[in-house]
């Protein structure tokens, strides 16, 4: 599984998931290399991983490159999402450069990044405007404007991204976004296929099966219960999902059926689906359960 993900070509966000995947499986030399080469590839604004038409998905890099011993990179990247993001009137950052589009991916990209750096307020304040421009009962939206499709990688983003910034920040468990993050998971639970996945619209029975969707339930779902602010009975739902996801797996350690690269909108293989079965692995193993 590991060496699938490392084979892999990585775009930004990828490479800052990944990275996260080997810190939490305890493997700091390779999430130092990671962070090494998002450092090197940083942006002259501040922006890690590399220059593209993204304006948040480098920031996924900035907890490996803190934990790496890379301070100042880090505070480059900060310095970006606080300073130089463009953003809609509420504040809420924009996701693309040059586009005033709220996209599900950001709260991942930004949210936890933002609760290391010790910016809770800001960590808040960019769930809350997520929230406000995606999500109706419980179920984000992917794009807006755009994408209105409630699309199972976008509601994972925002799950795991909100259980990812809890960990790391603890003093957000005072907040109201584990009980958001808890609304996400209720909302989304119940439109689980009978083989345990979801389509990759989550309420449209029509799109494919999608496995990395149920990866991303299972991290958020396996850390809220490690962490306190989920009931023990999630830990068996986590469970679940992950068996379900597991099952996907073939001979060569590739998460098959997820969200394929580079457009994913296809079945398919990514490196953000093999990190997140390695999150998700390591957060059943810290349940306990």
Known sequence: ??????????????????????????????????????????????????????????????????????????????????????????????????????????????????????ELDEAVRQVHGHRRHLCRDGLYSAIEPGRPARWGGGNGWVAAGIARAVRLAPALLSTDLPAHAREVLDACLPL??????????????????????????????LTGVTDGWLPPGYATVGHDLLAAATREVDEYGLVQNACGAPTFDHPGTSAEAQAFHLLATAAAGRSGL
């Open 192 to 221: 689980r296929r009978a083989d345990g996945l979801f389509h990759d619209v989550l309420d449209d029975p029509g799109t494919f099966r999608e496995t990395n969707a149920a990866q991303m339930f299972a991290y958020a779902a």
């Open 1 to 118: 599984m590991l060496d699938a993900l490392l084979a892999m070509q990585r775009q930004s966000w990828e490479q800052g998931v990944a990275a996260q995947a080997a810190l939490d499986l305890g493997r700091d030399d390779l999430a130092y290399l990671m962070a090494s080469s998002a450092v090197t590839r940083q942006a002259a604004d501040g922006r890690l991983g590399g220059d593209d038409d993204n304006a948040v998905n480098g920031a996924a890099c900035g907890e490996a490159a803190v934990r790496a011993g890379f301070p100042d990179a880090a505070r480059r990247q900060l310095d970006f999402l606080l300073h130089t993001a463009a953003r809609a009137g509420d504040g809420t950052i924009f996701h693309v450069l040059g586009k005033s589009q709220v996209w599900a991916d950001t709260v991942y990209m930004v949210v936890p990044f933002l609760a290391l750096s010790g």
